[in-house]
């Protein structure tokens, strides 16, 4: 196997990212779940989730744009690069590497936000169906990114498709 080669795989590295990652934004989640149980106001819950969304994906689109890695990428020395493998991505890149994700999100959020006004359903029970529905549309995406990146020779996702870029190793010269 080449060096060349070797630069793509990356897929046990990119799972440490992800892990990485989760674990810089854990006190986020803790506060998002106090939030969530604790505010009876329905627009402040909705700004909320609004404001809990934007400061996740702009953590993950501004991060790839400015440095092509996150905080987990560095440690686990990897880069989304252009496709060319010499330049960053653009902010259009970077924002379509993760545009499934933001789609969905906002989808379950808008979703969220006229059910809560239309209905008399719980709070914590429409929470619950959307992010139901979120992780699961999630975990599909997840097995499709898997399957793409098992069958190319330079481990590209179908957000690496979209997006123009590639993923590599940074400790590999």
Do not use: C
Request: positive net charge; glycine residues 4%.
């Amino acid at each position: 196997m080449t060096i060349n080669n070797i630069k793509y795989k990356t897929g046990l590295r990119r799972l440490g990212a992800a892990i990485i990652d989760s674990l810089v934004f854990i006190s986020l989640f803790f506060a998002d779940n106090f939030v969530r149980e604790h505010i009876d106001n329905k627009i402040g819950l909705v700004l909320w989730l609004i404001f809990y969304m934007l400061l996740s994906f702009s953590y993950t689109v501004v991060m790839h744009y400015k440095y092509g890695q996150t905080i987990g990428k560095m440690v686990t020395k990897i880069k989304v690069l252009a496709l060319d493998e010499s330049n960053t991505l653009s902010l259009r890149q970077a924002f379509l590497r993760d545009s499934f994700y933001i789609l969905v999100q906002t989808a379950g959020y808008i979703y969220f936000a006229i059910q809560l006004i239309q209905t008399n359903i719980s709070t914590t029970e429409l929470l619950e169906n959307i992010d139901a529905f979120v992780g699961i549309a999630f975990l599909l995406w997840v097995l499709l990114e898997l399957v793409s990146m098992l069958t190319n020779d330079k481990r590209r996702a179908i957000h690496d498709f979209m997006a123009g870029s590639v993923v590599i190793k940074t400790d590999i010269k």
